[in-house]
DNA sequence: TAAATAAGTTAGGCTAATCTAACAAATTAA
DNA sequence: TTAATTTGTTAGATTAGCCTAACTTATTTA
């Protein structure tokens, strides 16, 4: 099925959203957001996508993806985020650059291109932000990650990956000197505003709750695709 | 000036046209076959494209690209041709798969991109079709070629470009043992029908009128971007 | 040079993706 | 449990890029 490039955004949207939020179901509305535009736009989409099998709609009710919407969703993300490797790793783009880039190149209909850019790649698992790059069957590794802000005072763990790819918060990310796989520990935290204090390779920085609520880190006995071997890991 | 993927697609046909006719004045029809598509609906988009100054043209009258207009649409040959040559280069594709692909990538807006990938390939001046690649201010190498149906029998030549890009055209090229920069003898030619028999590497065969058409070659003296000094050659 | 043919234009219509404004349903809160 | 608020839908309009059919201008040829 060949999809325009908007139809494609719509789909790449909702399982963005729905990945998000932790719910399959999305509403109208919070995908209008997401997309830019307004929610009658997107009913008149909804419609299209249903009529064409790629979601599971009905009026007033919630939107999930359908099993065929979510192989094309999820292939659209392997294809964003093998690019994004490839500028980083291959043109010397900074993870700040990458995305905007990555957008536009998503859209290029070749499955040749995305299965030779993989092999030329060594068939990456992560991307420059820390996220998984599905594989040809759309399979991806899972992490056992949590945000920064969760991390109790005290606490130390490692950064693997970012949940907002801006240019602005990376670049803020760079400036407070953490990159992936940096060493965190949690200094303090401030009652009144949840402010934290951490220490990145001896440097200290103060950052807010927005900034670690887009840090994800895991602890240091956390491994990919598995439980957590550490009782004193809340994660599961 | 951001321009849409089908405006980049007139600006292009517009300097393919009148590359390929030696004529730099174009018409509405001509234009019309190379986009498929019919001539009002060229006739609707050169008023948008004279209204932002990329055209040159009067009702009833030829069409010209403006100086910004060439400037875009080599633009858009240099995005075409980098990218060819990354894909047959880097990512092992055969020269008649690159073209379909590059015809997507030629629109992906980021000049960092075409910048980076032109130090990624080394700064290449030619494509895998041998066609010059236009450098970062737009200029490029001429080469003062000449098709294989000029070529005197008993003459001998080297292929240096193709003038069809297309997958079956460059298959068949392969399947006649041709490739860039080999050896071409002509031993025959047919007075009726303008059958010529070919010798590549030792090996014969008769091709059409069409097909020599659409090889470029140069005679063994010839430089590129310089007057041949062979007082032979019809080059000039 | 007048008729035939080719080339180019205009008018009006279609579809995809967007919008605004008005309305309807669902949810939340008083 | 009704009223207020949020969320979702419909109707009608707009723009880009395309079409067909009818027309006009330019060019070719008898």
Redesign the interface.
Known sequence: MQLSYTEENYLKALLKVSFDSGIEAVGTNELAISLFVKPATVNDMLKKLKEKGLVDYEKYGKITLSAEGKKIATYIIRKHRLWETF?YE????SWD?VH??AE??EH???Q??VD??DK?LDFPEFDPHGDPIPNRLGELKVQFKKTLSEVAVGGSCKMVAVKDNSSSFLQYVVQVGLGLNNEINVLSKQEYDAILVIEVNGLKSSVSQKFADNIFVVCHHCEVGKICPNTQCTFS
Do not use: A, G, M, R
């Open positions: 500028l291959k043109l010397e783009f650059e905007d880039v536009q190149l290029i209909h070749s040749k291109l030779k850019l030329f």
